[in-house]
């Protein structure tokens, strides 16, 4: 069993910042990509951001430039460093890890919430 446990969410204030993390335990052999993704009322899924292993970054135009992804290896975690904060980030954010123990396998957390708004 894997799970993925986001914390980091909660209430900003326009212009602000929040640092939102996740970590991984349970069988594990290794991580490969991380990644966060948002979904906000009424609209889709979408990527945020997404780090290899060896720390290449991907990030959404939207947020390039202000949200910086991360990951520490040894403790299984990444992190998504979020400034200059906007209403339109207001969002359910989902981290999600390719995890492999015996094979490779899609996992996702539960999700964190962060409003944006004055």
């Known amino acids: 069993q894997v799970q993925l446990v986001e914390s980091g969410g909660g209430l900003v204030q326009p212009g602000g910042s929040l640092r939102l993390s996740c970590a991984a335990s349970g069988s594990i052999f290794s991580i490969r990509d991380m990644g966060w993704y948002r979904q906000a009322p009424g609209k889709q899924r979408e990527l945020v951001a997404t780090i290899t292993r060896n720390g290449t970054t991907n990030y959404a135009d939207s947020v390039k430039g202000l949200f910086t992804i991360s990951r520490d290896n040894a403790k299984n975690t990444v992190y998504l460093q979020m400034n200059s904060l906007k209403p339109e980030d207001t969002a359910v954010y989902f981290c999600?890890?390719?995890?492999?123990?015996?094979?490779?396998?899609?996992?996702w957390g539960q999700g964190t919430q962060v409003t944006v708004s004055s």
């Open positions: 999600n890890a390719q995890i492999f123990h015996f094979r490779v396998r899609n996992y």
